[in-house]
């Protein structure tokens, strides 16, 4: 629900770590815990850069699956729905080892000029 | 177990463990992000043909967010005041509660409120006349509004309020079952308000904020009588997300249960040293 403002914190990182070069591909890496939408992401990261020097810079969000290891019968287990339990021994006290992740790997960046008639290189608030 | 991946056409498939794939599928508007190459995979540089450069950011995206929580934080304990961020769906009751915190908490807490509202001060007016200081954040900005509160909109409110005066502040965030969970403030308790109309599923269905809580208010038990609601099944999901959770049940329009929520809060703010010391 909040992509709009996900992408507008994205592009502030990957503007920061380009340094003015042109920005081919962002890399996400996304836990499947965030209540993160890939279709709604990809829409509002196009909003979010339109008229920017990221305007041509695709998302490609790698989704992290939630992995548990648990505490009580250290059985380790990807949970494919938000119920948290082991389901080996039904146990509920877990260590979720990821499914949590909300990061900017990588970027690629090339030596394709950026257009000069580009506005500020700095995302809008 | 391969790592799932979705790509913006809506492919999906996995990666074998620690074998990234070749990179030379089509991505939002069909051009190849690294062009075909031998064992072109994710970290490769080999296949760039055009010169592409894979720099390493491993950075969180919510990392601004968080460092500005740590300041407000630093700001709440260097002021004495604990800081309670109070979070629940729309409808559910956040602010009938508060008007029943203030009535019962003003005369032995100095209470301060910063409420979190889309577009309107409707809530911070129902609050008025209780002697607490109130800060209004109002999200909107041309996209309809924030869905949450995040750590910079709280710091830019607390210029409007008197920190150093106040024992507890509590955030009464944007009604939403989803956002707010992700973003912390920078409080020290997070509490939400779950009222019993919403369904027992509740927590299955928004495990994140349901997992995010020191304690759940289960309000409107005065319309208990009226509905269908099985409460056990609702404790029962409720402690499959969250399992080291509080639980009080309350009904703020008819008081049952405030004076326990308001012994918790005081309990909290004299289990913290640097209230207590006060």
Known sequence: MHELSLCTSVAEIVTRHAAGRHVVAVHLQVGQLRHVVPETLTFCWEIATRQTPLAEATLDIDHVPVRIECRTCQAHHILDTPLLHCPTCAGHDLHLVTGQELHVTSIEVDDTPTPPDHPAAQPQE | ?278
């Not at chain 2, 800060?135 to 920190?163: K, Q, W, Y």
Request: proline share 5%.
């Open chain 2, 1 to 278: 177990m391969g790592r799932f991946h979705r790509h913006d056409d809506g492919t999906v498939h996995s990666h074998g463990d620690g074998d990234g794939h070749p990179h030379n599928h089509d991505h939002r508007d069909g051009r190849p992000t690294s062009p075909a190459g031998p064992a072109g995979g994710h970290g490769d540089l080999s296949g760039y043909a055009t010169g592409a450069e894979r720099i390493q950011v491993l950075e969180a995206i919510f990392g601004e967010n968080d460092r500005l929580a740590a300041a407000n934080r630093a700001d709440f304990d260097a002021a004495g005041v604990h800081v309670v961020n109070l979070m629940s769906s729309p409808g559910a009751g956040k602010t009938t509660l508060l008007r029943r915190t203030l009535e019962h908490l003003c005369d032995h807490l100095r209470l301060g409120i910063l409420e979190g509202d889309i577009e309107t001060s409707l809530d911070a007016d129902r609050l008025e006349g209780f002697g607490a200081a109130i800060a209004l954040i109002n999200t909107g900005n041309g996209f309809g509004g924030e869905c949450h509160l995040d750590a910079p909109m709280v710091r830019s409110a607390l210029p409007r309020l008197p920190l150093t005066d106040l024992d507890l502040l509590i955030v009464e965030n944007v009604g939403n079952l989803v956002c707010p969970a992700e973003f912390t403030v920078g409080e020290h308790t997070r509490a939400m308000v779950y009222a019993i109309t919403e369904g027992e599923e509740k927590p299955l269905k928004y495990p994140v904020m349901f997992r995010a809580v020191d304690l759940v208010l289960v309000n409107k038990t005065d319309l208990l009588p009226h509905l269908d609601v099985d409460l056990d099944a609702f404790h029962t999901n409720l402690h499959a997300v969250n399992p080291d959770v509080i639980t009080i049940e309350i009904s703020a329009r008819t008081g049952t249960g405030i004076p326990a929520w308001c012994d918790w809060l005081t309990n909290r703010l004299t289990t913290t040293s640097h209230v207590g010391a006060r």
